[in-house]
């Protein structure tokens, strides 16, 4: 069976890289990071780091639908992509999408569309996507927050998320690395 990364990286780049190629950095760094947790997930590692080159293809023009892009972008996976649903429930639930889509009146339809995996996979791509700049570098969970925070305005739907969303980031990211310290490994 051919590795699910094999076929995400051209798609996402197909997507991404010509329309948002900052936002093409930033996932190409997102899969970065999750390739340093690859031996702490054994199995999943090919899994997560697809879904982390993948999970902010909500975003690219055409895809975008309802606005509220890990919606926008599992449908995607699903309908047209044709996805592996493991992928697809990831992207759709990434770094706390549920206190989002409260804040547009679409967890429901998120979650009735979407089943969750895994707390340890949902953690591992929160835990990437958090400790990556709009650029692709790596940062830290808080100052990735207060820069959405910044970028958005601390009073836009955005903003009120994301810092609705610090604890359960931070304690998110927290637990991959105690799995990552459990494994005996460095997570960088
Ligand atoms: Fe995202």
Known sequence: MPRLTEWAYP???????????????HCLGVAERARTLAVALGEDSDLLEAAAVLHDIGYAPGLAKT????LDGARYLQDVADADPRVVNL???HSCAWMEAE????????????PRES?????????CDMNTTPDGSPTNPIDRVNEIAGRYGPESLIGTFIRR???EILA???????????AKIQPM
Do not use: I, Q
């Open 11 to 25: 798609l996402a780049e197909s997507l991404l890289a010509e329309p948002l190629p900052r936002r093409w950095k």
């Open 67 to 70: 606005g509220f892009h890990p």
């Open 91 to 93: 992207v759709a639930h």
């Open 103 to 114: 804040a547009r009146g679409l967890r429901s339809e998120l979650e009735e569309e979407f």
């Open 119 to 127: 707390e340890h996979l949902n953690d591992a791509l929160c835990y």
């Open 165 to 167: 969303a610090e604890p």
């Open 172 to 182: 998110s990211t927290a637990r991959v690395l105690e799995r990552v310290a459990a």
